[in-house]
C-alpha cells in the first residue's frame, strides 16, 4: 500500500516563530488532507488539498501531486497550535481508504 | 450544522463485556468511517459505509468486532467480548463521498480492565 511519511516527528517551537512540516508519500494520490488532533484529542480539519495552495489564517499548505509531497506552514505560532499534525492521502484506485501518517508533534512554548 | 456524533466519549469496562460504540454521520453526508487508534497502531481504518452499505472491511481486526450502519444517521460498532488489547479512541468520520473531505467525531475513548 501507500506509505505516508512525516517530518519532522517533534518539533518544539518559542511562541512566535514560524514552522514548515512534510508530508512525503510513496505514490500518486487523488486525495490529500491536514488535520490537526488538539491536546484533547479532537481532530480537527485545517486543509483539504489534493494540489495547490491554500492559506487560512496564519496556516497555508501546499501540495505538489507531481513530486508526490506536501507542506504545512504555521506563522507566529502560539501555544494553541501545539499538538499533533497529520497528513493522510487517498487514491482513486482504493477510494475511501486514507492513508495516516504518523504525525508530527508540535509543542509551541510561550 | 452539528458534526459528527459519537457516544458514549469514555467507556470503561471488564473483559469480556460487549461494548456498543454509536455513530451519528452529519447530515447529508453518505460515507461513514470508523477508525481506531493507538500509540502503537497510529490511526487504522477499521470499516466504510457508502450509502449505508459496508465497503471495506478488512481493517476489522477479529470477528469479535462487528459494525453495522441500519440508516443514513446512524452506525455502530461493536466488540463483543472486548479484550484489555481494543482499549484505544475510537474515531467516527464522515464525507459527503469518496475523495472528498473527511470529518471526525470527538472519539470515543474505551478502556477495557
Known amino acids: 500500500g501507500i506509505q505516508v511519511e512525516q517530518s519532522p516527528p517533534d518539533l518544539i517551537l518559542q511562541e512566535g516563530a514560524n514552522s514548515t512540516l512534510r508530508c512525503n508519500f510513496s505514490d500518486s494520490v487523488n486525495n490529500l488532507q491536514w488535520f490537526h488532533q488538539n491536546p484533547w484529542g479532537q481532530l480537527i480539519n485545517l486543509f483539504y488539498?489534493?494540489?495547490g495552495t491554500k492559506q487560512n489564517g496564519r496556516l497555508s499548505a501546499t501540495t505538489v501531486a507531481t513530486e508526490r509531497y506536501s507542506l504545512l506552514y504555521i506563522s507566529s505560532s502560539q501555544t494553541t497550535d501545539s499538538g499533533v499534525y497529520f497528513c493522510a492521502v487517498e487514491r482513486n484506485t482504493n477510494a475511501g481508504k486514507s492513508t495516516f501518517g504518523d504525525g508530527t508533534t508540535l509543542t509551541v512554548k510561550p | 450544522d452539528a458534526g459528527v456524533i459519537q457516544s458514549p466519549r469514555h467507556e470503561v469496562t471488564e473483559m469480556g463485556q460487549e461494548v456498543t460504540l454509536r455513530c451519528k454521520p452529519i447530515s447529508g453526508h453518505n460515507s461513514l468511517f470508523w477508525y481506531r487508534q493507538t500509540m502503537m497502531r497510529g490511526l487504522e481504518l477499521l470499516i466504510y459505509?457508502?450509502?449505508?452499505?459496508?465497503?471495506?472491511d478488512s481493517g476489522m481486526p477479529e470477528d469479535r468486532f462487528s459494525a453495522k450502519m441500519p440508516n443514513a444517521s446512524f452506525s455502530t460498532l461493536k466488540i463483543q467480548p472486548s479484550e484489555p488489547r481494543d482499549s484505544a479512541v475510537y474515531f467516527c468520520?464522515?464525507?459527503?463521498?469518496?475523495?472528498?473531505?473527511?470529518?471526525f467525531g470527538e472519539g470515543s475513548r474505551l478502556t477495557v480492565l
Open positions: 468520520a464522515s464525507s459527503l463521498r469518496y475523495l472528498r473531505e473527511l470529518f
Open positions: 488539498i489534493p494540489s
Open positions: 459505509f457508502n450509502n449505508n452499505v459496508p465497503i471495506d
